[in-house]
């Protein structure tokens, strides 16, 4: 063949339609899955038990005793939006982020080096020494020592438990599969509602039991840690190739595993040398940029929903609108509970509607529960709590946040983890979901930090703040993230290939002659898997077809080429 041809530089295949590989739900990957996820019931609760204990009186006299003189003397001259506003009360909740923050750069390394499995153990018992300090502290020291620890837990388990489930679940169910990691995130959150509108009954010690309980899941996860098998994936990079071949027969249900078995170790295999410096290719590689840009913002603007500000704080923002303390925990179970089930109504829909639809039904759903909740609080609601909202319209802002929050529990609360576990390759895949957890962790630091200062300035306004956020998230949905539902993990590169934006991060580049599909002089852009598989294709077909005069010839110059891809892979 004479002259040149053009190739995407990952992929050879843009058009075809993705593999569908052979397997089914079992029992056991359901078990498994299910146990796994235990990690994201540890992350839940934590969020939830936050807002609940720092509503709580016994709590503040205690470790923080300036805001609970503050909240009693709130009076006609003082602004009710403002009374929780305390740096050592946020250092409290966000303590736990930036430890987390910090973990997962460790947890990273971990994961690769030693799989999914070992790094959820650890998360587990960092969570166990979290909760041992935290239910026992004396003082602020230890309460916020525990904190430390159970961020230690929560990065880990972030790292660990999104990657395990999108790396065992069958292509057809990933979706479902991974966002049980957000549902156990849910019930998380609304167990430790139900936990706090109890023990804050029980003085003067109902706090600790609130912080003791959380050793349930964390022993939970504790165990699968022990007994859970490791996923195929991981196995395969690690070179244990009979074992990973063994756990794919098991969690898929069937003996031909093959074709998947084979594509896991092309992925394992294509850039075996990359892997050596994972965050550096993520963080400078183009190929890697989509991917990366991705995964930050979903984590930014998961964040700038509004939800955590929510839910770390749905106590305080109903004692805030003027409810009491026992019926401000009560709307919080309330909308615990419509979390859970909207989260459930995301597992039975994302692999059949996708994930873009998701994503865009509910911005606009967010953004009209959140104006509509300024508008109540802007024309009804004074600055003091001596005008509190009426028993009608406060009944109407509960149920406008619990429209607000089924919007979130099947958008972004589940596909924020989703997407950035399923869409790295192999190789940085580690790397990718650590760089993802961190910048989740920053950002809900952040807005863990900023919150009750945002509500002390903004007032009602805060939710308008939010609002104007999920509009912007809108515009880069709808342009931006394509859709990967029923995409093999595997096979996700193709996807960027396809994207009218994304694409033009994996160049089309000449081709010499028939064979050279990558400029060795700029390896950037790195043959993908089903480059590798077409040229093995057509070097055979060459091969087959020259005659006995230019065998040796075409022998030679596919020995050359075959070099040449070792270099660039």
Sequence with gaps: MTGGSMLPAASSTTGAEYKHYEGRITVYILLTCLLAACGGLMFGYDIGISGGVTSMDDFLQKFFPAVLANKRKVGASKNAYCKYNNQKLQAFTSSLYI????????????TRRYGRRPTMLIAGLCFVLGVLFNASAQNLLMLILGRVLLGWGVGFANQAVPLYLSEMAPTKWRGGLNILFQLAVTIGILFANLVNYFTGKVAPEGWRISLGLAGIPAALLTIGGIFLPETPNSLVQRGKLEAGRTVLRKIR????VETEFKDLQIAATADAELIQNPFRNVLLQRRYRPQLIISVLLQFFQQFTGINAIMF????????????????????????AVNVLSTVAAIVVVDKVGRRLLFLEAGFQMFIAQTAIAGILGTAMKNTPSTPLSHSLGVLVVVLVCVYTSSFAWSWGPLGWLIPSEIFPLDVRSAGQSIAVSANLFFTFLIAQVFLSLLCTFKWGIFLFFAAWVMVMQAFVLLFIPETKAVPIEEMELVWTRHWFWKRYFKMQPMPNHINCCNNNNNTDLPSADQLIKLDSNLTSLTAAADSNSLQSTQNNITANSATLVQMG
Excluded at 99 to 110: D, K, P, R
Excluded at 253 to 256: A, K, S
Excluded at 328 to 334: C, R
Aim: charged share 0%; proline share 2%.
């Design 99 to 110: 430890a987390g923050l910090v973990s997962t750069l460790f947890a990273s390394l971990v």
């Design 253 to 256: 249900g069937i003996d031909n």
């Design 313 to 336: 704080y749905a106590p305080v923002l109903f004692q805030t609108l003027g409810f009491a303390s026992n019926a401000s925990l009560y709307s919080a179970v309330i909308t615990g």
